[in-house]
Nanobody, 112 residues
């Protein structure tokens, strides 16, 4: 059983930054594929970024160059550093492990 808990969401002005964290319980975090997804109102959930056990990363084209995913295996935690935020980044952000386990999500709102 895996439990994921996101934190760090909130309200930020356009151009601002936020750092999301996802703490994972359970085993095998260090070999898991960890991902961040987001879902905006009326839209499907989409992959934002993911990080593999070896440190390799993938990003959605819309966030490449602005967002950075990282992981700390000693803390069983994955991060999403979000810079140069835009109103279209507004969504609920979800942490995912191995495309199987999901966190409850954290709201990110980008608005002036």
């Amino acid at each position: 059983q895996v439990q994921l808990v996101e934190s760090g969401g909130g309200l930020v002005q356009p151009g601002g930054s936020l750092r999301l964290s996802c703490a994972a319980s359970g085993s095998f975090f260090n070999i898991a594929i960890m991902g961040w997804y987001r879902q905006a109102p009326g839209k499907q959930r989409e992959l934002v970024a993911r990080i593999f056990s070896g440190g390799g990363t993938n990003y959605a084209g819309s966030v490449k160059g602005r967002f950075t995913i990282s992981r700390d295996n000693a803390k069983n935690t994955v991060y999403l550093q979000m810079n140069s935020l835009k109103p279209e980044d507004t969504a609920v952000y979800y942490c995912n492990q191995d495309q199987r386990w999901w966190g409850p999500g954290t709201q990110v709102t980008v608005s002036s």
